[in-house]
C-alpha cells in the first residue's frame, strides 16, 4: 500500500520542479466544476528558454525552470495550487481572491524574479503572464479560465516583444 502511494505521488510530480505535473493539473480541470467563491487561473511562461538552452546549454535551460519553479512556489502562498504545465509553462489556481489580490501575486513574482536577475550572472528570469478570474465569465470553469489566461498571456508575450523591437529601435 505504502508503495503505491509514492507510485501515485511520483505519477504527479514533476520531478525536475517538485511542482505538480500537467497530469496533475490535468485531472484537476475534470475534477474542479464549480466556483463557489471567486477563482482565478494564472499562467506564467518564461520567455527566451530557446534561446538559453541553444547559447548556455540545457543545464542552464533546466536551472531556469528550476528557479523560476521556486520563485513562483515560495511567491505564492502555500494555500494555493501551482503546477508546471508544460516546459516553460506554469500554473496558479486561487481561490476566494479578489483581481487586486491576482495583480499582487502577480507583482510579488515579479520582484521575486528582479531580485534573483540582479545576482544572476549569465540566467535571467523574464516572464510573461495571463490570468482569468471567473466573476467575469458567465460559464466559468477550469478550462474556459486556463483558455481565457492563456490567450491574455500571449497578449502579454506579444506586447513585450514588441516593447523589445521598440527599444532597439
Given at each position: 500500500m505504502k508503495k503505491n502511494k509514492e507510485l501515485n505521488k511520483l505519477a504527479y510530480i514533476d520531478l525536475h520542479t517538485g511542482l505538480p505535473n500537467r497530469s496533475r493539473v490535468e485531472e484537476l480541470?475534470?475534477?474542479?466544476h464549480q466556483f463557489e467563491k471567486p477563482t482565478a487561473m494564472?499562467?506564467?511562461d518564461l520567455n527566451d528558454l530557446k534561446e538559453v538552452n541553444d547559447t548556455l546549454g540545457h543545464i542552464a535551460g533546466d536551472t531556469l525552470i528550476m528557479n523560476f519553479a521556486h520563485i513562483i512556489r515560495t511567491s505564492i502562498p502555500e494555500k494555493y495550487f501551482v503546477g508546471r504545465y508544460g516546459g516553460?509553462?506554469?500554473i496558479a489556481l486561487l481561490n476566494d481572491v479578489s483581481e487586486d489580490e491576482v495583480k499582487s501575486i502577480i507583482k510579488k513574482v515579479q520582484d521575486e524574479a528582479n531580485r534573483?536577475?540582479?545576482?544572476?550572472?549569465?540566467?535571467?528570469?523574464?516572464?510573461a503572464y495571463g490570468y482569468a478570474?471567473?466573476?467575469n465569465y458567465q460559464e466559468a470553469n477550469l478550462k474556459v479560465l486556463l483558455n481565457q489566461a492563456d490567450k491574455n498571456m500571449y497578449e502579454c508575450k506579444t506586447r513585450m516583444k514588441q516593447a523589445k523591437q521598440n527599444l532597439k529601435k
Open positions: 480541470l475534470i475534477e474542479y494564472i499562467i506564467f516553460d509553462e506554469f534573483y536577475n540582479e545576482f544572476s550572472k549569465q540566467i535571467y528570469i523574464e516572464f478570474l471567473s466573476i
